[in-house]
């Protein structure tokens, strides 16, 4: 997720034109005419790719599993879970489609889940399950190249309601999440680990599982997100809506093997942001495999591995991201 405000665009020049001067006056020395060119082009294309950048949506497509994302647990259960998110990019690509080469920018998210499906408690027909996901980072999850690192307290997730239905092969989940500004953030630091606002995301999912002792699995999931102000500078990200789909099977027992997919794009545009900034709706979808493991030897235990290669990004970043997952319910 991307911070972008007047200070952080102007510092953000200063600092790319910094290092353009040091490499500059070396270059010179050294290279002839067109190589110094291609040199400068190559830095004002990443200044203007960091510049252009707008703030992102506060969820990020491959920091949870998919393949059984609509089964709640059974009431009674405790859920534990953590989860380290990879994220790696070295390229923007503008609202036009045109690529640039960026530093590379790799972030790591701690997220550590807590929850608690309520025994005896029933609303709508379905099953009750609160959470609450504490987040360490060292950045936010899509920041602009050149972002500083630094692993301290991220925003805070709050899962007051979740619902889960259960209908012989079908399942369902829907569930309200609040995201609380805990992370740091000060209007143009290089080093936020949060977004300075508040923001809701509504999700909605739908698993079909086999009732047979290997079955296919799949799920379809949409996610949308609503932002508030953020603090200090009145920029309103524009609303997002995530369509995620997954599909594997149980290979052997204990074993899932899927392929899983996102697609996520504002439906809003961005306010409020400085003059300069391309507010146009950005957009990126991502498809990689997820595998997970429920060792026989230690029942209520999984071990969950996906990976999200990303593509067709506008007015974004592009890269890759990874998830290793360790649960235990009892």
Same mark, same amino acid.
């Given at each position: ?8 665009? !102007? ?18 020395? @050294? ?96 099953? %009750? ?20 690192? *630094? ?73 949308? !997100? ?23 099977? !149980? ?13 996520? %794009? ?10 300069? @900034? ?31 290669? *990303? ?20």
């Amino acid at each position: 997720m991307v911070e972008i405000c007047p200070s952080f665009i !102007e510092r953000s020049r200063l600092r790319f034109a910094k290092r353009a001067s040091e490499r500059l006056g070396k270059a010179r020395s @050294t290279i002839g005419l067109r190589e110094w060119l291609t040199l400068l082009v190559g830095l004002l294309s990443v200044s203007t790719a960091a510049a252009q950048t707008p703030i992102t949506g506060s969820y990020a497509t491959y920091s949870v599993t998919t393949l059984r994302a609509g089964i709640a647990p059974p009431p009674g259960t405790v859920v534990l879970e953590n989860g380290s998110v990879f994220y790696s990019s070295d390229k923007f690509v503008d609202s036009s489609g045109n690529t640039f080469e960026t530093p590379t920018t790799n972030v790591y998210v701690n997220r550590t889940t807590i929850g608690y499906v309520v025994p005896g408690l029933e609303i709508l027909g379905a099953d %009750f399950f609160p959470a609450v996901f504490p987040i360490l980072s060292d950045q936010v999850i899509r920041p602009v190249p050149g972002s500083e690192r *630094e692993l301290q307290l991220g925003d805070i997730i709050v899962q007051p309601v979740a619902l889960g239905w259960h209908a012989g092969v079908w399942h369902a989940l829907a569930s309200y999440n609040l995201f609380i500004p805990t992370g740091r953030f000060e209007a143009g630091a290089s080093n936020n680990t949060g977004k300075g606002l508040y923001s809701h995301m509504l999700s909605g999912a739908v698993t079909w599982l086999q009732e047979v002792q290997f079955p296919w699995i799949a799920t379809a999931q949409v996610r949308y !997100e609503i932002y508030g102000r953020q603090k200090t500078t009145d920029i309103r990200p524009g609303q997002v809506m995530t369509i995620e789909l997954a599909g594997g099977k !149980e290979l052997l027992e204990g074993l899932d093997l899927a392929i899983s997919g996102a697609l996520s %794009f504002q439906t809003t545009e961005e306010s409020g942001s400085p003059p300069g @900034t391309d507010t146009s709706k950005y957009r990126y979808a991502g498809l990689g495999p997820e595998v997970h493991w429920r060792p026989a030897s230690l029942p209520g235990a999984q071990v969950s591995l996906r990976a999200y290669f *990303e593509f067709g990004a506008r007015n974004t970043s592009q890269g890759m991201g990874a998830l290793i997952s360790l649960m235990y319910a009892f």
